[in-house]
C-alpha cells in the first residue's frame, strides 16, 4: 500500500494564481483531511470529508475549496493565491476502525510570492 | 477557549539522557489524546493514542503517559535517531482534532 499520496512536494505560485493540490489513499478510507502547517503553529485543518460527495469546513477554510467525487481522491484547490497561504499542506485519512488515528502523506510545501 | 500546548517548544539532548516532553490540555470533554513524530520534509507518524487519565503506553525508548490535564512523553536513554518533531494532538467529544505546535528534540551523540 502506498497510503496517503500528495503532489507536487513543492509549488511556488504568484499572487492572483490558482492551483490544486492532489490527495489520494488506496486504503479505503471513508475520511479524508486537509490541514496546514506554518513555522509554530499546530495544524489547522482547512477542510475535511467523511465520505464520497460530501465535505465540510474546519477552521481555516477561507481561500481554498474542496471536492470528493470518488473514495480514494480528495483534491485542495487555491483560488487566487495569497503570501498568507504560503504554508505546508498535509492531507490524511482515517476510518471509523482507526480509532482516530489519522494517516498522513508527506505534505506539500506552497509558496505564494 | 479549548487549546493545546506543548512544552518545551525544543529540547536538545545528549544521547543516553533522559527527559520528558509535556503536552497540556483544556478541552470540555477529552475523546482520546495523541501523540505524533514528525520527521523534517515528512508528514507524522502516529505513536500512541492516550484515552483516560493514568492511562500509560510504551514503544521502545518512549512512554506517554496522561492525566486529566495533561501528557507526558518520557524518552529513556535517546539516541540520535529518536530527534524529530514529537506533535501532540486532542480529540474532542464532538470528534475535532486539536494539534499542539510541537516538541523539536534532538539528541546529539
Known amino acids: 500500500n502506498a497510503g496517503v499520496t500528495q503532489t507536487p512536494k513543492f509549488r511556488i505560485l504568484k499572487i492572483g494564481q490558482s492551483m490544486t493540490l492532489q490527495c489520494t489513499q488506496d486504503m479505503n478510507h471513508n475520511y479524508m483531511y486537509w490541514y496546514r502547517q506554518d513555522p509554530g503553529m499546530g495544524l489547522k485543518l482547512i477542510y475535511y470529508?467523511?465520505?464520497?460527495?460530501?465535505?465540510d469546513k474546519g477552521e481555516v477554510p477561507n481561500g481554498y475549496n474542496v471536492s470528493r467525487s470518488t473514495t480514494e481522491d480528495f483534491p485542495l484547490r487555491l483560488e487566487l493565491a495569497a503570501p498568507s497561504q504560503t504554508s505546508v499542506y498535509f492531507c490524511?485519512?482515517?476510518?471509523?476502525?482507526?480509532?482516530?488515528?489519522?494517516?498522513f502523506g508527506e505534505g506539500s510545501r506552497l509558496t505564494v510570492l | 477557549e479549548d487549546q493545546v500546548t506543548q512544552s518545551p517548544e525544543a529540547l536538545r539532548l545528549q544521547e543516553g539522557e533522559s527527559s520528558s516532553l509535556n503536552c497540556s490540555y483544556t478541552?470540555?470533554?477529552?475523546?482520546?489524546l495523541f501523540w505524533y513524530r514528525q520527521d523534517p520534509g515528512k508528514g507524522p507518524e502516529f505513536l500512541f493514542t492516550?484515552?483516560?487519565a493514568g492511562e500509560e503506553k510504551e514503544k521502545e525508548r518512549l512512554k506517554a503517559t496522561l492525566t486529566k490535564k495533561e501528557s507526558f512523553l518520557h524518552i529513556t536513554a535517546p539516541k540520535p535517531e529518536d530527534s524529530a518533531t514529537y506533535l501532540c494532538?486532542?480529540?474532542?467529544?464532538?470528534?475535532?482534532?486539536?494539534f499542539g505546535a510541537g516538541t523539536r528534540l534532538t539528541v546529539k551523540p
Open positions: 492516550l484515552y483516560s
Open positions: 490524511a485519512s482515517s476510518c471509523p476502525l482507526c480509532a482516530g488515528e489519522l494517516f
Open positions: 494532538a486532542v480529540q474532542e467529544n464532538n470528534n475535532d482534532m486539536r
Open positions: 470529508s467523511v465520505g464520497a460527495g460530501i465535505t
Open positions: 478541552v470540555s470533554g477529552l475523546r482520546g
